[in-house]
T-cell receptor
Framework: SAVISQKPSRDICQRGTSLTIQCQVDSQVTMMFWYRQQPGQSLTLIAT?????????ESGFVIDKFPISRPNLTFSTLTVSNMSPEDSSIYLC???????????FGAGSRLTVL | DAKTTQPTSMDCAEGRAANLPCNHSTISGNEYVYWYRQIHSQGPQYIIHGLKNNETNEMASLIITEDRKSSTLILPHATLRDTAVYYC????????????FGKGTKLTVNP
C-alpha cells in the first residue's frame, strides 16, 4: 500500500489565520482525498483532488474556505483559511494504494485554533 | 450519507473473540465491504475488505451474509491494543471512488 506523509502533524493557530497542510505520497496516484475529523466525531470527506483540475468539494465545504492544490501525482495541499475555533480538527489525506484495493490514510494533521 | 449501521459501543474480554456487526442493507452489487479501525485519533488503519466471500487475514476475519446485507468482523483473540473505533464502510474500489465513514463502533477490550 501507499505511504503517506503529512505535515504538520499538529499545530496551534490563531483565529483568523490560515494554515496549509501538505500531503506527500510515495507513488503516483490519480485521486487524493481530504477528510476532516472534528473532536469526538467520525471522518467527513472534504474534497477529492485530481491532478490538473479543480478539486471536487462535498456538500458543506467550499473552495474559499478549503482551497486545495494538486500540482503533481504525488503531492497535494489543503489550506484551512480564516480559521475559527470550529476548525479545530484532525485533517487527513488518503489515497488508493498502488493495487487500487485499499484506501490508505496519512497520520493526520491535528489543528487547534485559539 | 453512510450506508452502514453499527452499534455505538461494545465490550470484549481480553483473549476472547470480538464480533463486530454491521448492517448494510442497501449495498449495491459492485460495492465492497471495508473495515477500518482508528486508535486514539491516529489515521484510520485498514483491516480487511470483501465483496461476497468470507475473507481472513492476519488481523481479522470478515463474514458476509449470503444476501450481503450484513457482515461481521471477527477479531479472534482480542488484546488491549485492539481497543479502538471500528468503521464498517461500503463502497467501490480504486480510482475516484470515495469512502463515506459512519459513526463506527467503539470497541473496548477489558483485561
Amino acid at each position: 500500500s501507499a505511504v503517506i506523509s503529512q505535515k504538520p502533524s499538529r499545530d496551534i493557530c490563531q483565529r483568523g489565520t490560515s494554515l496549509t497542510i501538505q500531503c506527500q505520497v510515495d507513488s503516483q496516484v490519480t485521486m487524493m482525498f481530504w477528510y476532516r475529523q472534528q473532536p469526538g466525531q467520525s471522518l467527513t470527506l472534504i474534497a477529492t483532488a485530481n491532478q490538473g483540475s479543480e478539486a471536487t468539494y462535498e456538500s458543506g465545504f467550499v473552495i474559499d474556505k478549503f482551497p486545495i492544490s494538486r500540482p503533481n501525482l504525488t503531492f497535494s495541499t489543503l489550506t484551512v483559511s480564516n480559521m475559527s475555533p470550529e476548525d479545530s480538527s484532525i485533517y487527513l489525506c488518503s489515497v488508493w494504494g498502488s493495487g487500487a484495493n485499499v484506501l490508505t490514510f496519512g497520520a493526520g494533521s491535528r489543528l487547534t485554533v485559539l | 450519507d453512510a450506508k452502514t449501521t453499527q452499534p455505538t459501543s461494545m465490550d470484549c474480554a481480553e483473549g476472547r473473540a470480538a464480533n463486530l456487526p454491521c448492517n448494510h442493507s442497501t449495498i449495491s452489487g459492485n460495492e465492497y465491504v471495508y473495515w477500518y479501525r482508528q486508535i486514539h485519533s491516529q489515521g484510520p488503519q485498514y483491516i480487511i475488505h470483501g465483496l461476497k466471500n468470507n475473507e481472513t487475514n492476519e488481523m481479522a476475519s470478515l463474514i458476509i451474509t449470503e444476501d450481503r446485507k450484513s457482515s461481521t468482523l471477527i477479531l479472534p483473540h482480542a488484546t488491549l491494543r485492539d481497543t479502538a473505533v471500528y468503521y464498517c464502510i461500503v463502497g467501490g474500489q480504486g480510482g475516484s471512488e470515495k469512502l463515506v465513514f459512519g459513526k463506527g463502533t467503539k470497541l473496548t477490550v477489558n483485561p
